[in-house]
């Protein structure tokens, strides 16, 4: 378990990194292309976390699927091609 947590944190960062440059990016072009529209809407935070626990979810799925495939793998089978 130790080693699927290190692992899904390892992959967290990059996922939350790339998030804090995202949304930046992100509001700026929408307002900007929201702002051509005749009838305007607010542009709120929650479209933006929703984004980022998606693909921080999608990020530990995966990562978590693939751990738990290797820890069931037989260790011989694994140090055969070592």
């Known amino acids: ?4 947590r290190l692992l899904v944190w390892n992959f967290s960062r990059p996922v939350l990194m790339a998030n804090l440059v995202a949304w930046p990016l992100a509001w700026l072009a929408m307002s900007r292309w929201l702002a051509d529209f005749a009838f305007r809407i607010d542009l709120g935070p929650s479209p933006f976390l929703a984004a980022g626990l998606g693909s921080l979810a999608i990020a530990w799925v995966t990562v978590a699927g693939h751990a738990a495939r290797v820890a069931r ?4 089978r694994a140090l055969r091609y070592e």
């Not at 378990?1 to 699927?4: A, C, G, K, L, T």
């Not at 793998?73 to 011989?76: A, K």
């Open 1 to 4: 378990m130790d080693i699927v």
């Open 73 to 76: 793998e037989r260790p011989v």
